[in-house]
């Protein structure tokens, strides 16, 4: 498994811009971001294959979110647009072996510890 730590999250108004990063001590294939808010359940954000050539958004964030990777850095980026108050969460970025971008926590074998992300109105 590899080890991940993500940075990048902070207190941001509402209609801003963060770009959270995801580093990765080795290889990543499938990595995928989540999220968890305050008294919710964990929930898929974005996701993205190795080649980047395959990427999934949750419907909450389409057209606002996107997801990229360098791997020559091993570092999947979420870059973040037209920030809401309900986009404030825990933010945590995982990797999978597989060749798909999932949209599935559980098919995620490795977790970083999250950044925070908060909007204010």
């Known amino acids: 498994q590899v080890q991940l730590v993500e940075s990048g999250g902070g207190l941001v108004q509402a209609g801003g811009s963060l770009r959270l990063s995801c580093a990765a001590s080795?290889?990543?294939?499938?990595v995928g971001w989540f999220r968890q808010a305050p008294g919710k359940e964990r929930e898929f954000v974005a996701a993205?294959?190795?080649?980047?050539?395959?990427?999934n958004y949750a419907d909450s964030v389409k057209g606002r979110f996107t997801i990229s990777r360098d791997n020559l850095e091993n570092t999947v980026y979420l870059q973040m647009s037209s920030l809401r108050p309900e986009d404030t969460a825990l933010y945590y970025c995982?990797?999978?072996?597989?060749?798909?971008?999932?949209?599935?926590?559980?098919?995620?074998?490795?977790w970083g510890q999250g950044t925070q992300v908060t909007v204010s109105s």
């Open positions: 995982a990797a999978a072996p597989g060749v798909f971008a999932y949209t599935q926590a559980k098919l995620y074998n490795s």
């Open positions: 080795g290889r990543t294939y499938s």
């Open positions: 993205i294959n190795w080649g980047g050539t395959l990427t």
